[in-house]
């Protein structure tokens, strides 16, 4: 087994060896919990899902940890906790209980720990302490700020000059900074704003909270410990958030390193586009799942390979549902039949090759193509190895037969409409009245769904 990934701050494609074959850790940066995610960013959540699972394959179910954050202390769950009138507490809560039914609903497995930014804070000031006593950090108009002359290899992942670098998004210049690319460790809370009392050596008036770069550093530290494997995220976090990062604990942790690979994700597209809130042109998993199964949104997130920018269209969603289908219907053959085998050797290459999921797809396809040529108990066990490999990437873990009643797109039939048709259909036939039976028989077919009438009534699927 040798896994490659592409190392975002090598610039190229490494052979993955952990440090510790035993415990392989794993951090991505999760969400800002304020409001509904939308569809772009699950992307990350969904790829580095289905990277946890190859290392969990590769290296064993327990030797893999990895931590996924939500960040519950932020200026923008501030604005919205004012906006709502709602108590911060209650705002982050809800969204990040949304957000794992969401995740959750897309195959995406509970990462093996999910810190919250605000259980961090002890961690994130003994940091900064550090920082400060390291002659790293320095105390200016009531902040914290990181220096980044203190540090030579500032800018080692971005790869910006410093000119790109404070032109960057997120970096705030202001009058009282050194350096306009220094940034913000830990600033002044107002009274209505939450805030932590700082330890009496920073020399602080108020009380403060920390900044958004911090609280990951502090986090993976806390969780997974001074050096990671890996380190994940979208590709917007590399600078500035990822280079903070790596700052901030470099500093801290007498040089070593933060994260042995960096992996960044692409991102969904509308259009020429990115998706995003800015820009408007956002899709929400909420509405996406009322009308789609989550492994169609899955299957379309990682259709295209994980670099790749992807555009999200009606098209895509269409596709991967009628994908999907193809593989049910086989499924359906042996509905209880258990993943018995391992999955085929061409699809575990693929998604070890810096996780190439068109590959893997193909291998999916072709693998269903020589089952539908078997007969017998060979044609069992190609399936039993397709429901391995689906388990590996995350699908077919639906029964078949919810699968084809699962809503297939806009102003289909739900499962609640074409029940209680079948009930009026029953009391039509029971009331000999086969005129209005048959017409809701016709209504039905014309909706794409097909009856079966058995001996214990009827029962239906989508064609
Ligand atoms: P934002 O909501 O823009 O603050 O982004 C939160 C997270 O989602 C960041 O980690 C981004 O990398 C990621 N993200 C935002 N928009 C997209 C997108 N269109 N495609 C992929 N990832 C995205
Ligand atoms: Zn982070």
């Known amino acids: 087994m040798t896994i490659t990934l592409y190392d975002t701050h090598a610039r190229e494609k490494r052979v993955f060896t952990p440090a510790d074959p035993n415990r392989v850790t794993m951090y991505v940066c999760g969400p800002t919990v304020y409001n509904h ?4 960013n699950f992307r990350a959540a ?8 190859v290392l969990r394959q ?10 996924r954050n939500f960040t519950d202390i932020d200026d923008k ?4 906790s004012k906006e709502q009138n709602a108590p911060i507490e209650e705002i982050t809560h809800k969204y990040a209980e949304i957000y794992k ?3 959750a609903a897309l195959n995406v497995l509970e990462p093996s720990f999910e810190p919250r930014a605000t259980g961090f804070i002890e961690e994130m000031q003994a940091l900064v302490s550090t920082l400060i006593d390291k002659g790293a950090a320095y105390i200016a108009a009531e902040n914290v700020l990181f220096d980044v002359n203190s540090f030579d290899e500032y800018g080692s992942l971005a790869r910006l000059n410093r000119d790109d670098m404070v032109a960057g998004a997120r970096v705030e210049v202001a009058p009282y900074k050194r350096d306009p690319a220094d940034f913000v460790l830990w600033k002044p809370s107002s009274d209505d704003e939450p805030g932590w009392v700082a330890p009496a050596s920073w020399g602080l008036a108020g009380r403060g909270r920390p900044g958004w770069h911090l609280e990951c550093s502090a986090m993976i530290k806390g969780v997974l410990g001074e050096t990671i494997d ?14 903070n990062e790596i700052a901030q604990s470099m500093c801290a942790n007498d040089g070593a390193p933060l994260a042995r690979y960096w992996l960044h994700n692409g991102f969904l597209r509308m259009g020429d586009e990115k998706m995003s809130k800015s820009l408007g042109n956002i899709v929400l998993p909420k509405e996406l799942l009322t ?12 259709s295209a390979h994980y670099r790749q920018p992807l555009e999200w269209t009606d098209e895509l969603i269409q596709q991967s549902k009628r994908q999907l289908d193809r593989f049910y219907r086989l499924l359906a053959e042996v509905p209880t039949a258990p993943a018995v085998d391992a999955p085929p050797p061409s699809i575990v290459l693929a998604l070890e090759d810096d996780l190439n999921t068109p590959e893997a797809f193909a291998g999916l396809h072709e693998l269903r193509d020589i089952a539908q040529q078997l ?25 078949p037969a919810i699968w084809f009643q699962a809503p297939g797109g806009e102003g289909e039939m739900s499962a609640a409409d074409i029940q209680a048709r079948l009930v009026a259909r029953a009391e039509a036939r029971q009331a000999k009245d086969f005129a209005k039976a048959d017409q809701i028989r016709d209504e039905l077919t014309r909706a794409g769904i097909v009856i079966e009438d058995g001996p214990d009534g009827a029962s239906w699927r989508r064609a």
């Open 291 to 302: 009308r789609w199964h989550g492994e169609v949104l899955r299957w379309a997130l990682l």
């Open 58 to 67: 590769a290296f064993g179910h327990d030797a893999v940890v990895y931590a």
């Open 77 to 80: 769950i501030i604005s919205a």
């Open 37 to 40: 995610a939308h569809i772009g």
């Open 375 to 399: 007969d017998g108990d060979a044609r069992r066990a190609a399936i039993s190895r397709l429901k391995a490999a689906g388990e590996l990437l995350g699908f077919f873990g639906e029964d």
């Open 230 to 243: 890996i380190h994940g995220g979208g590709q917007d976090l590399r600078f500035p958030h990822h280079e």
């Open 46 to 53: 969904v790829v580095f899902d289905l990277l946890f699972r």
């Open 101 to 103: 039914e969401e995740t």
